[in-house]
């Protein structure tokens, strides 16, 4: 066993080691982009069209923009990125390993565009292009915006006197350098420039609107902008619905490539794409095969190595001595399957006949044999046998069926080449089997003679033939001209493709390791919120995925730094939030999904909902939502101001549920909830004069909560989702919710070339800051403070309700009175035996449904009932463990039952059940650290809430265990005093000292 | 003082008392004595309730102790009652262990309680241990101090349940020295015991209990010196016996003899009586004519040493001892040799020989 376990070791190694097969073959020619290669381009583009024109069989991606595809291309999941010469050129002057091949795709225009009925502004366009060619500003401008190598020229500065209004420009700064952002954020480029001169002519001023390229053309329609211009093509589709000023610059689509591509095995030179790729090398063939004549024929300039068998064949093409191979393509998924450096460079190139081979003078046979072929056609049987062996694919090995025959006319000597492979002839378990092999048998049966098989190298197969050694030849022998002259052929019984094979490494070949888009992602491992609409989204797009559910955004973030994930999914402004303070992540993408997000009210509150909805009418009409909207999810929602807020005093009351995750939907700050939602709701009650009480719980609480009544609204930037709407009913959507991907950035190819670079705080300075930023800072203590009371109170007076029902409960177990005995035996059993959350929740959520009780209480006795049985027991132990025989000297001696246990049992047993019941009470602080689920903010929520804002999961995890460590160690000195006083041997020296004086 | 009628115990099918009816008088010393097994320390547990009657009834001073009204604590704190195993308080000193009844029940002072119990502690000798605890105490001090514990309470009774079986020789004394002194200042006691000495000074009564019943009582001299019924002698002469039936005369001698032998090894008889009794049992034997109902029986007393031998023919009456009725006298001669004496009845239609055998 130990053995197999090394091998299998070995293997899995090996497996690892080499297994990656990371490719790239440099592109030099655009030629050499055909074949099916994946190409990037950006979304919004003409650029996808043009490809697919040029190249049909290519594979596109989409990315958001010029640079995103050209650092795709960089990392090798894309062949090439296709876009406007100029701006790829601009590009591969910036990055060393990327270069514009020469030849363009497609020749293009740029023009500017304006409103269909907008002629005026056309023609202005129109003239200023003629000036600036004519007094030469253009050809300044176009030496400074595209010059040969680096970046671009600063723009000039432009006098606009603005006299009679504004030009309103759309544009897409993303296409350097026609329009894009420089250092100092100011978007410029030769479209601007152009944009400033023709705003002069008019004496407009210029106003410069930016959007993502694909809603420029909807602005300009829909008259939000005058112009636009960012390398905009002309072409016939677009002329459609906008008009075009004339061509202002001819580019082309070009393609942009990576020039260094480095293979991990040594780069062999090679780039093999199509079969004419191998006119030039060394060919290997089947010495006296219709390949062997077919390459000789047809590559007179490459060099034919001819090899014995198949063998042979393999070995040559394996080892590099030979760089291309022609097979039959039907054994090729076999060969493919054992060989696993090899790969179909081109498939079946030409098609050949197969037929059985016959001595010129044996024509009788060769009549048998096409008579046979007819009858087999016509019966089935041929059918059966293609099915069989063609048509299956190598891991369904086929078996050679039972064919009786009669072996009285005497043999048939057949030539056979036994290692010519499936599906023609190999040899399995010592048999031979295959197609060819079948169909001999069954020949021979045909004819009644014994198939006899003879084993040839298949150049001597033909002579065999002639001089009579065999009568016949079956081994996917291919019907030519060439062999006519030698022997005689049946009917045709097969046709065949050959193909080419060639080692993997040199076929140019792409794959990458590296993410760069959900796609990527589709097996990995994927964190995100339990109970959130990812699930269901993850489970539906990519089922293989593997799904970790958090609780919290600190512990989403915790695991995707420390490679416990490979990506996590959370809100995208937190995740921009997020990024700020870690450094080492990235958004993968942002568009993954976008759910609306609503309030949930419980579905028999329908008043509550129609008012809440006519609130929401209300703010959106009177701009208020869109302040809101603006000063929470677009602008950075750390730096927000809460509006001060009136809470009505009514007796209408409101209780809203929240789950304090992290802005920009609910936040804790400086002893506040903040945040959209918050706002939200605050201005709600103040409108519609209702008392608000906020009350915070766990993220998967806030829907039970709902159904039991314990909160009147729920909100925490909640999607809506038909599952959820099944229990709860939401509000209007009142805001999009756009999920993130966030990996770390070494896993992205689009970082690929970063370099990290960390400052090192030093260990101390680290931990100051953590101190600062978990306890100072926005007077987080006194949440901690607040949290440390509760836990606390909680298992305290939880200690004291457990004591004294477990003191009962012990009475009832050990009592002679079976009923009393069982309750307390069941009693002890269904509560040891629930674990203390569900139990609590169970307390909260149904016993008390629609009772409202403060968590505070339930939390008391459902942790009193679950300490109460644990104690029970200690107690019995303990009773027990005094000796029988000193209760009965006690009720000897005159004292009552009850007596005997108060004054004999109960301070012997005391001291046996003290160091346990320590144990279990420490135990039972620990506990309450749960109570977070049914909205009790205790220390160990405390500590959440501030890792929800710092998301520092390190500092404020080890100081609330710290203090749980304290209030431990002082209840447990607590009872160790009360143990040591409880010793009768203390007292001794006391009482002796009393009755003495 | 107690009066019991009819008592009785089962545990489940066992039967422990079967049916005990007595009086026990104030000042009287009782003794219980008999084998293990027979319910003596059932029956004292059942007169103070330790232990719940199945039948019968108990008055104490006239109180039925059965009567669901009967405040029974109130009647326990007038008995004491000493363990075997002691069962001292063992969180308490050996001075609270005194002071802890009289005080919480009595509802005494404690100061005059604490004075109290240290003379009662001087009284058994151990009042330098009143600070002590119970595990610092060697057994026989434990049980001086359970007693003392007992006298604490001022009680009417004292039972006593085997409180020397698990001391030690030497321990042994100091407690019954204590119990004697008790006697001599009045105390009614109930004393379950094996000292079978000590029993017979002390004691102004003897219950010998065996088969759940008492079963022979009497003052101590009737008791043990004059034992009336079987069972009562045989555990008073501690008489271990031997019995062997003699069907046909094809009877196996050998095998006889070898029980003899194992008979003798066991209750560590010399050789010579061993010897002895191999030969009186063959020649006894020889004797007889008819063997076809003959009962022999060897009886050991481990008391005085006294071996008897007894032989019961059924026949007609014939003393084969006498002069002339035997064939030959030469094994009438052997017996007599090796006997100290020999006795002839005829009973019930059996001719019985009975032997006493020549010891050391």
């Given at each position: 066993?130990k053995k197999t376990y090394l091998q299998c070791f070995i293997i899995a190694v090996t497996l690892i080691l080499f297994g990656c097969n990371d490719k790239d073959v440099r592109i030099t020619a655009l030629s050499m982009l055909e074949g099916g290669k994946t190409f990037a381009v950006p979304t919004g583009t003409a650029a996808d069209q043009f490809v697919l024109q040029r190249f049909p069989d290519a594979k596109l991606e989409y990315y958001n923009s010029v640079l995103d595809c050209a650092l795709a291309v960089k990392g090798g999941k894309a062949v090439a990125a296709v876009y406007d010469k100029p701006v790829l050129l601009n590009i591969a002057g910036k990055n060393e390993g990327l270069a514009v091949l020469q030849e363009m795709l497609v020749d293009d225009n740029y023009g500017?565009?304006?409103?269909?009925?907008?002629?005026?502004?056309?023609?202005?366009?129109?003239?200023?292009?003629?000036?600036?060619?004519?007094?030469?500003?253009?050809?300044?401008?176009?030496?400074?915006?595209?010059?040969?190598?680096?970046?671009?020229?600063?723009?000039?500065?432009?006098?606009?006197?603005?006299?009679?209004?504004?030009?309103?420009?759309?544009?897409?700064?993303?296409?350097?350098?026609?329009?894009?952002?420089?250092?100092?954020?100011?978007?410029?480029?030769?479209?601007?420039?152009?944009?400033?001169?023709?705003?002069?002519?008019?004496?407009?001023?210029?106003?410069?609107?930016?959007?993502?390229?694909?809603?420029?053309?909807?602005?300009?329609?829909?008259?939000?902008?005058?112009?636009?211009?960012?390398?905009?093509?002309?072409?016939?589709?677009?002329?459609?619905?906008?008009?075009?000023?004339?061509?202002?610059?001819?580019?082309?689509?070009?393609?942009?490539?990576?020039?260094?591509?480095?293979?991990?095995?040594?780069?062999?030179?090679?780039?093999?794409?199509?079969?004419?790729?191998?006119?030039?090398?060394?060919?290997?063939?089947?010495?006296?095969?219709?390949?062997?004549?077919?390459?000789?024929?047809?590559?007179?300039?490459?060099?034919?190595?001819?090899?014995?068998?198949?063998?042979?064949?393999?070995?040559?093409?394996?080892?590099?001595?030979?760089?291309?191979?022609?097979?039959?393509?039907?054994?090729?998924?076999?060969?493919?399957?054992?060989?696993?450096?090899?790969?179909?460079?081109?498939?079946?190139?030409?098609?050949?006949?197969?037929?059985?081979?016959?001595?010129?003078?044996?024509?009788?046979?060769?009549?048998?044999?096409?008579?046979?072929?007819?009858?087999?056609?016509?019966?089935?049987?041929?059918?059966?046998?293609?099915?069989?062996?063609?048509?299956?694919?190598?891991?369904?090995?086929?078996?050679?069926?039972?064919?009786?025959?009669?072996?009285?006319n005497g043999t048939l000597k057949v030539g056979i080449v036994s290692d010519l492979g499936l599906p023609f002839t190999i040899i399995r378990a010592g048999n031979l089997s295959g197609f060819d092999i079948e169909l001999t048998k069954r020949f021979s049966a045909y004819i009644a003679k014994e198939f006899m098989p003879v084993d040839l190298p298949f150049g001597s197969m033909l002579a065999s033939l002639s001089t009579n050694k065999i009568d016949m030849v079956t081994c996917s022998l291919m019907i030519s001209e060439e062999r006519k002259k030698q022997i005689d052929f049946s009917d045709s019984y097969y046709e065949s493709g050959v193909s080419v094979i060639a080692r993997k490494s040199n076929i140019a070949h792409s794959s990458a390791s590296k993410l760069t888009n959900l796609?990527?992602?589709?097996?990995?491992?994927?964190?995100?919120?339990?109970?959130?609409?990812?699930?269901?989204?993850?489970?539906?797009?990519?089922?293989?995925?593997?799904?970790?559910?958090?609780?919290?955004?600190?512990?989403?973030?915790?695991?995707?730094?420390?490679?416990?994930?490979?990506?996590?999914?959370?809100?995208?402004?937190?995740?921009?939030?997020?990024?700020?303070?870690?450094?080492?992540?990235?958004?993968?993408?942002?568009?993954?999904?976008?759910?609306?997000?609503?309030?949930?009210?419980?579905?028999?509150?329908?008043?509550?909902?129609?008012?809440?909805?006519?609130?929401?009418?209300?703010?959106?009409?009177?701009?208020?939502?869109?302040?809101?909207?603006?000063?929470?999810?677009?602008?950075?929602?750390?730096?927000?101001?809460?509006?001060?807020?009136?809470?009505?005093?009514?007796?209408?009351?409101?209780?809203?549920?929240?789950?304090?995750?992290?802005?920009?939907?609910?936040?804790?700050?400086?002893?506040?909830?903040?945040?959209?939602?918050?706002?939200?709701?605050?201005?709600?009650?103040?409108?519609?004069?209702?008392?608000?009480?906020?009350?915070?719980?766990?993220?998967?609480?806030?829907?039970?909560?709902?159904?039991?009544?314990?909160?009147d609204m729920i909100t925490d930037g909640i999607s809506i989702s038909k599952e959820r709407a099944e229990q709860i009913d939401f509000s209007d959507s009142y805001a999009e919710f756009k999920t993130a991907v966030v990996v770390p950035k070494t896993s992205m190819a689009k970082y690929s070339g970063e370099k990290k670079t960390e400052t090192k705080l030093s260990f101390w300075k680290k931990i100051s800051n953590s101190f600062y930023n978990n306890i100072i800072r926005e007077q987080r203590y006194l949440l901690i403070i607040e949290g440390l009371k509760i836990t606390v109170f909680i298992s305290i007076f939880a200690a004291l309700v457990g004591t004294i029902l477990g003191g009962l409960v012990c009475f009832m177990r050990m009592s002679k009175k079976k009923a009393l005995s069982?309750?307390?035996?069941?009693?002890?059993?269904?509560?040891?035996?629930?674990?203390?959350?569900?139990?609590?929740?169970?307390?909260?959520?149904?016993?008390?449904?629609?009772?409202?009780?403060?968590?505070?209480?339930?939390?008391?006795?459902?942790?009193?009932?679950?300490?109460?049985?644990?104690?029970?027991?200690?107690?019995?132990?303990?009773?027990?463990?005094?000796?029988?025989?000193?209760?009965?000297?006690?009720?000897?001696?005159?004292?009552?039952?009850?007596?005997?246990?108060?004054?004999?049992?109960?301070?012997?047993?005391?001291?046996?059940?003290?160091?346990?019941?320590?144990?279990?009470?420490?135990?039972?602080?620990?506990?309450?650290?749960?109570?977070?689920?049914?909205?009790?903010?205790?220390?160990?929520?405390?500590?959440?809430?501030?890792?929800?804002?710092?998301?520092?999961?390190?500092?404020?995890?080890?100081?609330?265990?710290?203090?749980?460590?304290?209030?431990?160690?002082?209840?447990?000195?607590?009872?160790?005093?009360?143990?040591?006083?409880?010793?009768?041997?203390?007292?001794?020296?006391?009482?002796?000292?009393?009755?003495?004086? | 003082?107690?009066?019991?009628?009819?008592?009785?115990?089962?545990?489940?099918?066992?039967?422990?008392?079967?049916?005990?009816?007595?009086?026990?008088?104030?000042?009287?010393?009782?003794?219980?004595?008999?084998?293990?097994?027979?319910?003596?320390?059932?029956?004292?547990?059942?007169?103070?309730?330790?232990?719940?009657?199945?039948?019968?009834?108990?008055?104490?001073?006239?109180?039925?102790?059965?009567?669901?009204?009967?405040?029974?604590?109130?009647?326990?704190?007038?008995?004491?009652?000493?363990?075997?195993?002691?069962?001292?308080?063992?969180?308490?000193?050996?001075?609270?262990?005194?002071?802890?009844?009289?005080?919480?029940?009595?509802?005494?002072?404690?100061?005059?309680?604490?004075?109290?119990?240290?003379?009662?502690?001087?009284?058994?000798?151990?009042?330098?241990?009143?600070?002590?605890?119970?595990?610092?105490?060697?057994?026989?001090?434990?049980?001086?101090?359970?007693?003392?514990?007992?006298?604490?309470?001022?009680?009417?009774?004292?039972?006593?349940?085997?409180?020397?079986?698990?001391?030690?020789?030497?321990?042994?004394?100091?407690?019954?020295?204590?119990?004697?002194?008790?006697?001599?200042?009045?105390?009614?006691?109930?004393?379950?015991?094996?000292?079978?000495?000590?029993?017979?000074?002390?004691?102004?009564?003897?219950?010998?209990?065996?088969?759940?019943?008492?079963?022979?009582?009497?003052?101590?001299?009737?008791?043990?010196?004059?034992?009336?019924?079987?069972?009562?002698?045989?555990?008073?002469?501690?008489?271990?016996?031997?019995?062997?039936?003699?069907?046909?005369?094809?009877?196996?001698?050998?095998?006889?003899?070898?029980?003899?032998?194992?008979?003798?090894?066991?209750?560590?008889?010399?050789?010579?009586?061993?010897?002895?009794?191999?030969?009186?049992?063959?020649?006894?034997?020889?004797?007889?004519?008819?063997?076809?109902?003959?009962?022999?029986?060897?009886?050991?007393?481990?008391?005085?040493?006294?071996?008897?031998?007894?032989?019961?023919?059924?026949?007609?009456?014939?003393?084969?001892?006498?002069?002339?009725?035997?064939?030959?006298?030469?094994?009438?001669?052997?017996?007599?040799?090796?006997?100290?004496?020999?006795?002839?009845?005829?009973?019930?239609?059996?001719?019985?020989?009975?032997?006493?055998?020549?010891?050391?």
């Amino acid at each position: 066993m130990k053995k197999t376990y090394l091998q299998c070791f070995i293997i899995a190694v090996t497996l690892i080691l080499f297994g990656c097969n990371d490719k790239d073959v440099r592109i030099t020619a655009l030629s050499m982009l055909e074949g099916g290669k994946t190409f990037a381009v950006p979304t919004g583009t003409a650029a996808d069209q043009f490809v697919l024109q040029r190249f049909p069989d290519a594979k596109l991606e989409y990315y958001n923009s010029v640079l995103d595809c050209a650092l795709a291309v960089k990392g090798g999941k894309a062949v090439a990125a296709v876009y406007d010469k100029p701006v790829l050129l601009n590009i591969a002057g910036k990055n060393e390993g990327l270069a514009v091949l020469q030849e363009m795709l497609v020749d293009d225009n740029y023009g500017f565009a304006v409103q269909l009925k907008d002629v005026e502004l056309k023609n202005k366009i129109d003239e200023v292009l003629e000036e600036l060619k004519a007094n030469g500003t253009y050809e300044d401008m176009s030496k400074r915006w595209f010059p040969a190598k680096g970046e671009p020229a600063a723009m000039p500065v432009i006098e606009l006197a603005g006299e009679n209004g504004v030009l309103r420009f759309g544009t897409a700064s993303v296409t350097e350098p026609m329009s894009f952002v420089d250092g100092n954020r100011n978007i410029v480029g030769f479209d601007i420039e152009f944009a400033s001169y023709v705003a002069k002519k008019l004496g407009k001023r210029l106003e410069i609107t930016n959007m993502e390229f694909g809603a420029m053309l909807p602005a300009l329609i829909s008259g939000k902008v005058d112009m636009i211009g960012a390398g905009l093509s002309i072409t016939e589709e677009r002329a459609k619905s906008v008009l075009f000023s004339k061509s202002y610059y001819l580019s082309g689509l070009a393609a942009i490539v990576k020039t260094d591509g480095v293979s991990e095995e040594k780069a062999e030179g090679l780039n093999l794409s199509s079969i004419d790729d191998i006119r030039n090398k060394r060919i290997g063939v089947l010495l006296g095969s219709v390949h062997d004549a077919y390459a000789t024929k047809n590559y007179p300039d490459a060099e034919i190595m001819q090899y014995q068998s198949i063998s042979d064949l393999l070995l040559a093409i394996n080892s590099g001595k030979a760089d291309a191979v022609f097979f039959d393509h039907s054994g090729l998924n076999d060969i493919l399957s054992i060989n696993k450096k090899l790969d179909i460079l081109a498939s079946n190139v030409f098609s050949v006949q197969v037929g059985a081979g016959f001595n010129k003078d044996n024509d009788e046979l060769r009549e048998k044999f096409n008579s046979f072929l007819k009858e087999i056609k016509a019966n089935g049987i041929y059918e059966q046998m293609i099915e069989r062996w063609m048509d299956k694919s190598t891991s369904e090995i086929s078996e050679m069926p039972e064919i009786k025959s009669m072996k009285t006319n005497g043999t048939l000597k057949v030539g056979i080449v036994s290692d010519l492979g499936l599906p023609f002839t190999i040899i399995r378990a010592g048999n031979l089997s295959g197609f060819d092999i079948e169909l001999t048998k069954r020949f021979s049966a045909y004819i009644a003679k014994e198939f006899m098989p003879v084993d040839l190298p298949f150049g001597s197969m033909l002579a065999s033939l002639s001089t009579n050694k065999i009568d016949m030849v079956t081994c996917s022998l291919m019907i030519s001209e060439e062999r006519k002259k030698q022997i005689d052929f049946s009917d045709s019984y097969y046709e065949s493709g050959v193909s080419v094979i060639a080692r993997k490494s040199n076929i140019a070949h792409s794959s990458a390791s590296k993410l760069t888009n959900l796609d990527d992602l589709a097996e990995k491992k994927i964190g995100i919120f339990s109970g959130t609409v990812h699930d269901a989204f993850l489970t539906k797009k990519y089922p293989k995925a593997s799904v970790s559910r958090f609780e919290s955004t600190a512990d989403l973030i915790l695991s995707v730094s420390t490679g416990k994930t490979d990506a996590v999914m959370l809100d995208l402004i937190t995740a921009r939030i997020l990024l700020k303070r870690n450094d080492e992540l990235a958004i993968l993408c942002d568009d993954a999904l976008d759910t609306p997000l609503g309030v949930g009210f419980n579905k028999k509150n329908h008043a509550l909902r129609d008012e809440f909805n006519g609130f929401l009418k209300e703010i959106r009409a009177d701009g208020t939502y869109g302040a809101m909207h603006k000063r929470w999810l677009v602008d950075d929602p750390e730096k927000a101001i809460m509006p001060p807020f009136n809470n009505p005093s009514s007796d209408k009351k409101l209780v809203v549920a929240v789950s304090v995750e992290d802005l920009p939907y609910v936040a804790f700050m400086n002893g506040n909830y903040v945040g959209f939602d918050i706002e939200m709701v605050r201005l709600f009650a103040e409108r519609r004069n209702y008392n608000l009480e906020i009350i915070t719980m766990e993220f998967p609480s806030l829907i039970a909560a709902l159904a039991a009544g314990k909160a009147d609204m729920i909100t925490d930037g909640i999607s809506i989702s038909k599952e959820r709407a099944e229990q709860i009913d939401f509000s209007d959507s009142y805001a999009e919710f756009k999920t993130a991907v966030v990996v770390p950035k070494t896993s992205m190819a689009k970082y690929s070339g970063e370099k990290k670079t960390e400052t090192k705080l030093s260990f101390w300075k680290k931990i100051s800051n953590s101190f600062y930023n978990n306890i100072i800072r926005e007077q987080r203590y006194l949440l901690i403070i607040e949290g440390l009371k509760i836990t606390v109170f909680i298992s305290i007076f939880a200690a004291l309700v457990g004591t004294i029902l477990g003191g009962l409960v012990c009475f009832m177990r050990m009592s002679k009175k079976k009923a009393l005995s069982a309750f307390a035996r069941l009693y002890i059993s269904i509560l040891r035996g629930t674990p203390v959350l569900v139990l609590l929740m169970i307390i909260y959520y149904i016993v008390f449904a629609s009772v409202n009780i403060n968590p505070v209480l339930v939390a008391i006795f459902a942790f009193g009932l679950n300490f109460a049985a644990y104690v029970s027991e200690m107690f019995r132990t303990s009773i027990d463990s005094v000796d029988n025989g000193q209760k009965e000297a006690g009720i000897a001696g005159g004292f009552t039952k009850v007596q005997t246990f108060v004054y004999i049992i109960m301070p012997q047993a005391l001291r046996h059940v003290l160091p346990v019941y320590k144990g279990e009470f420490v135990s039972l602080v620990k506990m309450t650290s749960i109570v977070g689920y049914i909205a009790v903010q205790d220390l160990t929520k405390a500590s959440d809430i501030i890792r929800s804002r710092t998301f520092d999961a390190f500092f404020p995890l080890i100081m609330a265990a710290v203090i749980y460590l304290m209030i431990a160690w002082l209840l447990t000195w607590a009872l160790d005093y009360v143990e040591v006083s409880v010793d009768p041997k203390r007292k001794k020296i006391k009482r002796a000292e009393e009755v003495n004086q | 003082m107690i009066s019991i009628r009819n008592l009785s115990k089962h545990f489940g099918d066992l039967v422990v008392l079967k049916d005990i009816s007595t009086d026990i008088k104030k000042g009287e010393v009782i003794s219980i004595i008999g084998p293990s097994g027979t319910g003596k320390s059932t029956f004292l547990r059942c007169l103070n309730l330790l232990e719940t009657p199945t039948g019968g009834e108990i008055l104490i001073d006239g109180i039925p102790l059965l009567d669901k009204k009967s405040d029974v604590p109130k009647i326990r704190q007038k008995m004491g009652m000493v363990f075997q195993s002691f069962n001292l308080y063992s969180h308490l000193t050996i001075l609270e262990n005194l002071t802890i009844g009289p005080v919480k029940l009595l509802k005494k002072g404690r100061e005059e309680t604490n004075k109290k119990a240290l003379e009662l502690l001087k009284l058994v000798g151990l009042a330098e241990k009143a600070y002590s605890f119970p595990d610092e105490l060697s057994g026989g001090q434990k049980q001086r101090v359970a007693i003392a514990r007992c006298m604490a309470m001022e009680p009417e009774i004292l039972l006593f349940d085997e409180p020397t079986s698990a001391l030690d020789p030497t321990m042994v004394s100091e407690v019954l020295s204590v119990i004697r002194r008790l006697v001599r200042e009045g105390m009614t006691m109930v004393i379950v015991t094996h000292e079978m000495e000590f029993a017979r000074n002390i004691s102004s009564r003897v219950f010998y209990m065996d088969q759940g019943v008492i079963y022979e009582e009497g003052t101590p001299e009737q008791i043990f010196e004059n034992p009336q019924k079987e069972r009562t002698k045989a555990f008073i002469h501690r008489i271990r016996s031997l019995t062997h039936h003699i069907s046909s005369k094809d009877y196996d001698l050998y095998a006889l003899q070898g029980e003899v032998e194992t008979f003798c090894e066991k209750h560590m008889l010399s050789k010579k009586e061993s010897d002895y009794l191999a030969l009186l049992t063959e020649e006894v034997l020889c004797l007889q004519s008819d063997f076809s109902d003959i009962d022999l029986s060897l009886s050991y007393s481990e008391k005085d040493g006294t071996l008897e031998f007894l032989c019961a023919n059924t026949g007609a009456p014939l003393n084969m001892l006498e002069e002339g009725v035997a064939d030959d006298d030469i094994g009438l001669r052997l017996i007599k040799s090796r006997c100290k004496s020999v006795g002839y009845k005829y009973e019930n239609g059996r001719n019985i020989l009975m032997l006493t055998v020549k010891g050391e």
